[in-house]
Nanobody, 116 residues
């Protein structure tokens, strides 16, 4: 069982920045594929950004050039740096940990609200 805990959400004005953190348990965190997803009210959950155990990253088109995913294996943590935030980025952001063998673990989410 992998525990996943997100933090760093909050209220920010359009054009502002936030950094989300996701801590995951496990002694082999470095090989986990990790992802950030978001779910806005009335919409389905969607992938925002992902990073593999080999540090390959990919981003959803709406966030390319604005968001950056990174990981610190020594701290068992993945980050999502969000810049130039827009009202349409408002959502609950979830972290996913995929250790392999089809396993997936989710955090409870952290709310990001972009509003003036």
């Amino acid at each position: 069982q992998v525990q996943v805990v997100e933090s760093g959400g909050g209220l920010v004005q359009p054009g502002g920045s936030l950094r989300l953190s996701c801590a995951a348990s496990g002694s082999i965190f470095s090989i986990y594929d990790m992802g950030w997803y978001r779910q806005a009210p009335g919409k389905e959950r969607e992938l925002v950004a992902a990073i593999t155990g080999g540090d390959t990253t990919n981003y959803a088109d709406p966030v390319k050039g604005r968001f950056t995913i990174s990981r610190d294996n020594a701290e068992n943590t993945v980050y999502l740096q969000m810049n130039s935030l827009k009202p349409e980025d408002t959502a609950v952001y979830y972290c996913n940990a995929a250790p392999g063998y089809g396993m997936n673990y989710w955090g409870k989410g952290t709310l990001v609200t972009v509003s003036s």
